[in-house]
């Protein structure tokens, strides 16, 4: 069993920076994949990013490339997303995700492939 816990969110101005953590505890983060999605009000969860166990292979929304960066420390077991240059459009609540497997160049974008979830943090970015 794997238990997330995201922090980092707040109320930033547009253009402005956050630094989303997502600590895991229960096992270690050998083999466990990590993703960030988010959710907007009256909206579907959404794909942001996600990292391989060994951080070798790293995808990225469309919507954030460029301007977000994931990262992991399997050391501290925490989970990353530097997220610079923020719009309005980025408000959302956001979520940590994780997952097992063993491939180390695979990524997984979808919320039906994890099986793992924090239970969130909001980012709200104001105009």
């Known amino acids: 069993q794997v238990h997330l816990v995201e922090s980092g969110g707040g109320l930033v101005q547009a253009g402005g920076s956050l630094r989303l953590s997502c600590a895991a505890s229960g096992r270690t983060l050998v083999n466990l994949h990590m993703g960030w999605f988010r959710q907007a009000p009256g909206k579907e969860r959404e794909f942001v990013a996600a990292?391989?166990?060994?951080?070798?292979?790293?995808r990225y929304a469309e919507s954030v490339k460029g301007r977000f960066t994931i990262s992991r420390d399997n050391a501290q077991k925490v989970a990353n997303l530097q997220m610079d240059n923020l719009k309005p459009e980025d408000t959302a609540v956001y979520y940590c995700?994780?997952?097992?497997?063993?491939?180390?160049?695979?990524?997984?974008?979808?919320?039906?492939?994890?099986?793992?979830w924090g239970q969130g943090t909001q980012v709200t970015v104001s105009s």
């Open positions: 995700a994780a997952r097992s497997w063993v491939q180390t160049t695979v990524t997984f974008s979808t919320a039906e492939q994890y099986d793992y």
């Open positions: 990292v391989s166990w060994s951080g070798e292979a790293k």
